[in-house]
């Protein structure tokens, strides 16, 4: 009998660690690695136009080696815990595949409505990531991102 109840902890400890080690595997997995932020490049909300499903941005890029074409996605990160979060989508999406630069005066405004991406966000901390495909000399070099943090109350 002893033996029986030893082997049967011992499963009950192996089951509770793996179950340990996912549970954290997929914590960590929430958490924002670091990206390619873009050189000479910003984005801010445009005043007054914050709401819990959307907002308005101006993008400002100055960079003069590397062209950068911003597209219509997005995704919106949650501070938890001093660490950002990446958000779910409540369901699949998918963007055109537009592209835009900045004009002479080096902006571009966009406005982006998340509700049907996000739903209106709750009061919190929150990171609009933009990203945009980065060209040099006729030729694409990868990605990076732009983002503007904001408050819902």
Not at 24 to 37: G, L, M, R, Y
Request: charged share 25%.
């Amino acid at each position: 009998m002893k033996k029986g109840l030893k082997i049967t902890l011992i499963m009950c400890l192996i089951i509770a660690i793996g179950l340990f080690l996912i549970a954290k595997f997929v914590n960590a997995s929430k958490i924002v690695k670091e990206e390619n932020i873009l050189k000479n490049a910003s984005m801010i909300i445009k005043d007054n136009t914050l709401t819990n499903n959307g907002c308005k941005v101006i993008i400002t890029d100055t960079e003069k080696e590397e062209i950068h074409t911003y597209g219509n996605g997005y995704r919106i990160d949650k501070k938890e815990n001093n660490k950002w979060v990446y958000m779910k989508p409540k369901k699949d999406i998918g963007f055109t595949m537009n592209g835009y630069r900045v004009k002479e005066d080096n902006k571009l405004e966009m406005d982006i409505n998340w509700s049907n991406v996000y739903g209106n966000l709750k009061p919190g901390h929150y990171r609009l990531v933009k990203s945009a495909a980065i060209q040099m000399n006729n030729q694409y070099k990868g990605d990076g991102v732009v983002y503007t943090e904001f408050t819902i109350e």
